[in-house]
């Protein structure tokens, strides 16, 4: 059960409309990195989550997720307020209001005349909100690594608005926000090492022979590190082609009538290397230093 409180986490204080402004927040309103897609995801989590103690942070931090989109989009409303009244009551001249909505870089104008200074459910370019953006797999090893790499973008999303706001009210409140990506990256990461064993995800054992080995696929002088050291992986300089050992070649077991079958089609469709038939691209070419004709 939810119920509404009518006050926000985080106060929020605008200290004058900044339509361009709100149109880059909605990133985090109705974006990949943003707050709706950060609640859905967790929220989906914990209710498909056996054990109570992750399924209680769960459905804690994706109703807190739900209080940042209320945040972010109040931010958004009052950053469009000015903007909002003025298109809707018309009191400006064409060319000053139009200017007014489209500062350079930004598409505010099409967020006012679709959606009349709302926050709506996309993202800062306009692109609509999707399920798509939940990646959710329903094993927890592998779903809390993602979560952990979800709240970190969002962080540095928050980052970038500040960087391009000097309203210190605002920055203010994306501080907040910010933060609090911080400390949910913090709890996930508790939450993952709580598993024993977290690593490999999922219940199936790699298999021993390629778990703990670093082909070298590119050529020149690799950069060792830990990532490919010697004391942590095999390091294979030159990988054959089929570190397996077999052929390399792609094989299938058909039966009886399906291989005659793909036989007549291999033959029917088989190449002529000896032809060399007059195409469109011969009919159309020019020679080396002869002008097309003209007609």
Known sequence: MFIHNKRLQYTVRVSRPDPGLANLLLE??????GELAAACRYFTQALGEDDPGRKDMLLDI????????EVIGSIVAMLNKGAKGELAEGIEQEAELYRSLS???NDSHV????YGG??????????PWTAAYIDTIGEPTADLRSNIAAEARAKIIYERLINVTDDPSVQEALGFL???EVSHQKSFEKALYSIQPSF????????PEFASVYYKMSQGDALRGPWNADTNFEFVENPPPAVDGGDG???????ADQESTLEAMATRTESDVNSDPVTGADLGSVEDGEAPEKI
């Open 28 to 33: 985090q309103f109705g974006g990949p990195q």
């Open 62 to 69: 994706a109703t807190e997720e739900l209080s940042h989109l």
């Open 103 to 105: 500062g350079p870089g």
């Open 111 to 114: 967020t006012q005349l679709l």
């Open 118 to 127: 709302g926050p709506p459910l996309t993202n800062s370019a306009g692109v």
């Open 178 to 180: 910010m933060t609090r």
């Open 200 to 207: 490999p995800p999922g219940k199936m054992p790699p298999m």
């Open 249 to 255: 070649m792609a094989q299938v077991q058909l039966e």
